[in-house]
């Protein structure tokens, strides 16, 4: 598992400090949990879980399920025994599909593109929330400035995903307990937070102006390292 590799253990591990929420993702194993017993299952989900626990001091108590063909009910009902709540998603950003930052190709547009028939569907603003990965092979990271604005223009709210949901608890206390708690950044504590700033876009050009006079620049090197950290955490979360 990536986790045990101490880059990624590091990641979780800063994202976290730095006041994002984190969730599970969560994969049987070949995607077929009809050759597994129930308590293969759940030694495997609870491992899991501990994973991160040993990295954030609690167990994450949402978890998304990769995506199956067919629905995978016992696995959903194992994760709901073993208290673990399933969230899913209603805006992918299809940045597995575009590439550019910006533009009729790019994340930025399926942003817009979705607020905007959101609007004219049922005449108001819905809530979403998306998915998007931090992968190199994606589109996700060289759009981070321009989905943020595009938020902001479009009168959204980035929320984390207790904020959404108005859970003081978005915790478990621990892999394989089914108590929930806070942590010091969960909502209704002072250490949460929420919102975006619009990211001035005059000054990402001018950074890669500078970039394109070195040799090889990729779309990455030319991304304030802040805005790394909008990336990573699993799924953005946005209201009214």
Not at 56 to 65: D, E, G, T
Not at 143 to 162: F, K
Not at 173 to 199: C, L, P
């Amino acid at each position: 598992m990536l986790l045990y590799t101490q880059q990624y253990a590091m990641v979780v591990q800063n994202i976290y400090n730095a006041g994002h929420f984190i969730g599970m993702a969560y994969r049987v194993k070949n995607d077929d949990s009809s050759a597994l017993t129930e308590d293969e299952i759940r030694k495997d989900i609870i491992a899991h879980a501990r994973m991160i626990e040993t990295l954030i001091k609690v167990s994450p108590k949402y978890v998304r399920l990769h995506y199956t063909k067919n629905e995978d009910t016992r696995t959903e009902n194992i994760l709901k025994d073993l208290g673990f709540q399933i969230v899913g998603y209603n805006l992918d950003s299809k940045d597995y599909q575009f590439r550019d930052p910006t533009g009729e190709a790019s994340v930025e547009h399926v942003y817009r593109s979705t607020f905007r028939n959101q609007k004219e569907t049922y005449d108001a603003k819905g809530s979403f929330i998306s998915i998007q990965y931090d992968i190199p092979d994606t589109g996700s990271l060289a759009a981070v400035p321009y989905i943020i604005n595009a938020i902001n223009e479009e009168g959204y709210t980035m929320v984390r995903l207790d904020g959404c949901l108005n859970d003081p608890q978005p915790y478990k206390k621990s892999a394989d307990s089914t108590s929930y708690v806070s942590d010091r950044f969960s909502y209704n504590t002072t250490g949460y937070h929420q919102g975006q700033k619009a990211v001035p876009l005059d000054e990402l050009k001018t950074q890669a102006d500078e970039q394109g006079k070195s040799a090889s620049p990729n779309a990455s090197s030319v991304i304030p390292k802040w805005l790394y950290l909008l990336l990573v955490p699993w799924i953005t979360v946005i209201t009214i």
